[in-house]
């Protein structure tokens, strides 16, 4: 009995130090990545103290100078919203911009993916090589940022949204494409078998016996891409591509101080209230599926 | 006229030595307007002989023909024809859960039509009205227009049955139809296999785990063991020992 | 039974699609009116995306084919990708260090401050509203150019993202433990270390792990608006129309990120198998 116990407790003893050594390795490799990464980047607390106060300064001279008595006066006079909000015309029909981006490449993206992913999920693929040639192209439209496409774009179809548009628009296909094939490798087959049994080819058997049940799935996730997608499009602009990003990143290099801060709080509204709005129809299209 | 042969078939799963084979050549002929029980443990090797006459699972050898029609050879759309022509009930259905009654048994018309039709989802008037015939054959015409998850297990193995003679089928194939229903819905879907064999002359073939069911269903049995055939006969030449055989075996 | 019999006892079925479904008709032909109008505001055509792709077509053939390979600054692409490597391990490591507080501080669980957290739940939702690129630009401005600004540009992000998530994996923590250190009469901070901490710690390492992964593609933007790393390498290219290079460092980039996500994945795996 005694034995035991010694044995145990030896055992225990030996576990805890093989823990200790892991945890003390893990730190210490830690510890080396910062030290290096640090020097990489040549962070110093000198670089850090003095750039403080001048975000300090920038933040200051964007944020608006309002003036609690004058806040609804009109846009002639300093202090007020109208005058802090003078180009709100522009700002809304840039917003509007932005949003049909938005728009359009998740709703074309969603139509490339959905095709494509029949052919990119293993189980329903029609044939070895066209699933893994159709998996590699849709690793590649994913693995290359929107913003890198759309430097291309601009500079083969000029400035504006369409460079946005399109760049989006493929990256859109990359993601969701490798999302729908994931919902499609898991979905079951049964009716599939039966729709073939009965004479049935490969194209009635995907609308018949997979679109059907996976339907819900692919609807929210292309709603998830639609939230990430108006994240995307306020800031694709900077290159050129269209879309509010473009002012803001006009109004920032001019120096357009208070203008700044106008455009940004204008994009999280619209980001927030999209989010709340798609998230709140992806629970219903989640919850309808299980009634 | 309308026989169906096999001819030692054979379905081996995997490589060739550790390979299990589930059907060890099978060599019989059924008639037209028969309707014959297949019989056996399950892993006897029912499921893959009727999947091979459908031709959902390739034969390793042997060949199976119809009409003199060699159907192993079968291609592209003389397959989907034959296809068509034996239709297949399952035993979990095998229906699409998320549309309704009847576009599930228009399902069993896809191999027909060109497929921009299909992707639409659009079917012609004489179509939906034969799918509504077969539905009102079975007593399902009220529910239509409902969704197939709305059904309980012996109505939606009867819409599977709809399915099936929407295809027009001389052979019907039922692989265990009643093995997920109660009693009761067993009789239904059983009785409705019958009076399909009796009133359209469609050969049936049906496997079955119910020795029971079988002798009181069909006037000729085949009792599968380990892929061979071990009887082939009348309900009443079937002895005591060789059903104990074909079922018992599990017990020991 | 006739066939209009038959009709005559399913009516539905044969009615056209508009009158079967009107509410989803209503929306469909909505959409498709809505998708005209927006493609119109844009002033698409075929030709010009068409013209767009035949333009496309020098650029492609640039990329293809490759000059003065050995004249090529191999050291700056390096360099490049260490930083942005650097950027996301530092962004992401300082994000979950602040972080971890911070879910404590809003999570229903354990802290009962409401006022608190309803605040610092709505700047963490502000901070989610503004895009990584725009903190990098806006860094950019105070820091000057170069791969400190998007380090802060990543942190801050992240800082959005993970606290929300952080403080969801603390809410979901196991009641039955906290309450069981808490009635031995613990004070709160024991109350976190071992009531809480012990649950959620795997769940915060994996998914700043995650966040790492995905750090590493958006580190690769930043250099764009001149937040340094590998994408400054690549813009500049870019606007100098270097397209081979650019070719080259956007095969390096994918093969950079593919071998972090299968690391990470790997490591990720152990920790949850665990």
């Not at chain 2, 979990?92 to 399902?107: A, E, G, K, Y």
Request: net charge positive; aromatic share 10%; proline share 3%.
């Amino acid at each position: 009995m005694n034995n035991i116990l010694e044995n145990y407790s030896k055992n225990y003893s030996e576990q805890i130090k093989k823990r200790r050594f892991w945890n003390i390795f893990i730190v210490l490799g830690l510890f080396v990545a910062i030290l290096i990464s640090s020097s990489i980047i040549d962070l110093n607390m000198t670089r850090i103290t003095s750039g403080i106060p001048r975000l300090g300064d920038y933040i200051a001279k964007i944020l608006p100078n309002l003036d609690t008595n004058l806040l609804f006066a009109n846009s002639q006079i300093e202090g007020s919203v109208p005058y802090w909000y003078f180009n709100f015309k522009k700002y809304i029909v840039l917003l509007y911009e932005t949003f049909n981006m938005a728009v359009l490449s998740t709703l074309f993206g969603f139509v490339f993916a959905l095709l494509l992913s029949f052919f990119s999920a293993r189980n329903i693929t029609p044939n070895v090589l066209s699933f893994f040639f159709v998996k590699r192209f849709l690793e590649f439209l994913r693995g290359v940022p929107e913003i890198i496409f759309a430097i291309l774009f601009v500079w083969a179809l000029g400035v504006g949204p369409l460079a946005g548009i399109i760049a989006m628009t493929i990256h859109t296909t990359g993601a969701l494409g490798k999302l729908f094939s994931e919902v499609h490798e898991n979905a079951e087959l049964k009716s599939c078998e039966a729709i073939r049994s009965a004479g049935g080819g490969w194209v009635p058997e995907m609308r018949y016996g997979v679109l059907p049940q996976v339907l819900p799935n692919i609807i929210s996730y292309a709603l998830l891409r639609f939230e990430i997608n108006i994240r995307a499009s306020t800031v694709i602009g900077f290159v050129g591509a269209g879309g509010i990003g473009q002012e803001l990143y006009l109004v920032i290099n001019f120096n357009y101080y208070e203008e700044v801060s106008a455009i940004i709080l204008l994009i999280i509204l619209t980001v927030i209230t999209i989010d709340i709005t798609s998230g709140a129809l992806r629970q219903r299209i989640i919850k309808g599926t299980h009634d | 006229m309308g026989s169906l042969q096999l001819n030692s078939l054979i379905k081996q799963f995997g490589k060739n030595t550790d390979g299990r084979i589930a059907v060890n050549g099978i060599s019989l002929e059924v008639t037209q307007g028969e309707m014959v029980g297949i019989i056996g443990k399950s892993g006897a090797g029912k499921s893959t002989l009727l999947r091979m006459i459908n031709r959902l699972v390739e034969p390793t050898s042997g060949s199976i023909s119809f009409d003199g029609t060699d159907v192993t050879s079968l291609k592209g759309k003389a397959l989907k024809k034959w296809r068509s022509e034996c239709a297949m009930i399952f035993q979990q259905f095998h229906l699409i859960d998320r549309l309704d009654v009847l576009t599930n048994v228009l399902t069993g018309t896809l191999g027909r039509r060109y497929n921009i039709l299909n992707l639409l989802k659009i079917f012609p008037k004489e179509e939906k009205i034969n799918a509504l015939k077969a539905l009102h054959k079975l007593d399902l015409l009220g529910k239509a227009l409902q969704r197939v998850e709305t059904l309980s297990g012996g109505e939606q193995q009867r819409v599977a049955i709809a399915r099936a003679l929407m295809q027009k089928p001389k052979i019907l194939l039922a692989d265990e139809p009643i093995s997920s229903l109660d009693p009761k819905n067993s009789k239904i879907v059983m009785d409705d296999i019958k009076k399909i064999n009796n009133e359209e002359g469609i050969t049936v073939i049906c496997n079955l785990h119910s020795l029971e069911v079988a002798k009181q269903y069909s006037k000729r049995l085949i009792g599968l063991s380990e892929g061979k055939i071990v009887f082939d006969g009348p309900p009443e030449n079937l002895t005591q020992e060789l059903s104990q055989e074909l079922y018992d075996l599990e017990n020991e | 039974m006739t066939n209009k019999d038959i009709i005559s006892l399913c009516p539905q079925a044969f009615l056209p699609f508009w009158r079967r479904s009107p509410v989803t008709f209503i929306l469909v032909i909505l959409s498709i009116i809505y998708l005209g109008f927006a493609i119109h505001f844009f002033g698409f055509s075929l030709s010009k995306i068409l013209e767009g792709f035949a333009n496309m077509k020098p650029i492609l053939v640039a990329m293809f084919t490759w000059q003065d390979f050995s004249t090529w600054n191999f050291p700056g692409i390096f360099d490049g990708l260490v930083q942005t490597l650097a950027m996301a391990f530092l962004g992401t490591f300082f994000a979950t260090l602040v972080c971890i507080p911070i879910s404590f501080l809003t999570s229903k669980k354990v802290f009962r401050f409401t006022l608190l957290r309803f605040f610092i739940k709505r700047i963490l939702d502000m901070i989610r509203g503004v895009d990584i690129l725009i903190w990098a630009i806006i860094y950019v401005r105070a820091f000057g150019l170069g791969p400190l600004a998007g380090l802060l540009s990543i942190f801050t992000a992240d800082v959005g993202t993970l606290g929300k998530l952080f403080s969801e994996a603390t809410d979901n923590a196991d009641t039955k433990q906290i309450e069981g250190i808490e009635s031995s009469g613990s004070n709160k901070i024991s109350v976190i270390r071992f009531g809480v901490v012990p649950q959620i710690i795997p769940i915060f390492i994996s998914q700043s792990l995650y966040f790492f992964e995905s750090n590493t593609r958006s580190a690769v933007i930043l250099g764009v608006v001149g937040a340094g790393g590998i994408g400054l390498q690549l813009t500049e290219r870019m606007k100098a129309q270097y397209w081979d290079q650019a070719l080259f460092i956007i095969v390096l980039i994918l093969i950079m990120v593919t071998i972090i996500d299968t690391l990470s994945r790997a490591i990720r795996k152990r920790i949850i198998d665990e």
